[in-house]
């Protein structure tokens, strides 16, 4: 947690500097493409008629056929060669008495890695719902319709704690709502919105049932951030926004006022860093035709024009957040990499800069030592 407080510092103190005024959660939705959730199908050469329909859908439904879900589809004989990626899997995978072939693995980009997002064998990701469900479809048209921010949260067996996260979060979101201004310069030259969807400051809650068959892939996924938390008897709580970029998987004992505030006001600041990969969080999968939904007709040309908007801001100077000593929640499956460096202006707002970052490390850590 302190990573990611650490990291929403440093990209706090750059928006004064920067010349985009949009807020963060209107930025990512009009101009942040989600990264693809990479689905592998290990198999020995036998398929039947039902599993190669299975996978002709997802392939179907990828980005990369023109379909509306972000995945990449591969299906890989394990008799033939693989490349190196595919081999360090399926090596780790092999190894293990359950996996029977044929047999899939989605794995999500976080910070610049590979995790294990879901693995199962083809029966069991034939009624995953891999694809979508309820809560996911809730999010889009929350997020189209002009929410802010969808906090998420993911019931634990303990229902007092549940109703206590959700009570929290629903009075400190209204009283955020009514008090958080908009930044100024909305529609000025690098800060113009291109779509429909009114500009709000709302904020909303949504539940997700753990025993909800049509949820397990999610619920699978964000479970494996936080186990501990969830059987200890945790709610966790994930603040999503953009594209369905989940924020940060936060148990709901690490949960206040002061760290809500602080994560929305993030989300609702001027996006200091356009660079979606230096900015935290991850892509969930999702189905949804993004650029129709927000640009109809005109969305070729748009793209074009926020292309010509984005390139127009000042070279960044690139410096390197240290990894800190939070452990990876859920099993990395690539190399170690640095973590996310971060846009800052040049050194010609050097003092205001250091000023700004000695009162916002004040606050922000102030509050940490109470979590």
Known sequence: MKQIIFALVLL?????????????????????????????VFHDGHLSQAQQAFIQRLQTASAGNNGATNIEVL????????????????????GRPDV????????SSVAGRTINSWRGSMDDAMQARLLSSPV????S???????????????SDDEDRNQAAVRLLNEQLNRLSREIPMPEGIGLPGSELFSDIPLLMKFSVLEIDPADNREQFLVELLTGFEPDAIQSGEP???????RGRALEVIPADQLDAGLIEDLTLFLCGPCSCQVKERNPGFDLLMTENWERELFGEDAEELASQMVAATTTSPDPVLIQIPPGSSK??????????????????????????????AIVIAIVFGHSTKM
């Open 236 to 242: 966790l709580v994930i603040p999503v926004f953009g």
């Open 136 to 139: 996911r479809h809730e999010l």
């Open 328 to 357: 990876d929640r859920i099993p990395v499956e690539l190399d170690d990499r640095s973590a996310a460096s971060l846009k800052l202006p040049g050194s010609w707002l050097a003092g205001g800069i250091i000023c700004m970052v």
């Open 100 to 107: 029977p072939l044929p047999y899939v693995a989605v794995r």
């Open 75 to 94: 299906r890989q004989n394990t008799a033939e060669d693989m490349d190196d990626d595919v081999s360090s899997l399926w090596e780790e995978l092999s």
């Open 12 to 40: 706090t103190v750059t928006a004064a500097a920067n010349a985009c005024n949009v807020p963060v959660f209107r930025y990512a939705l009009e101009r942040w493409r989600s990264d693809a959730c990479k689905v592998t």
């Open 141 to 155: 048209r929350r997020l189209l319709t002009g929410h802010s921010a969808i906090w998420l949260v993911l019931k």
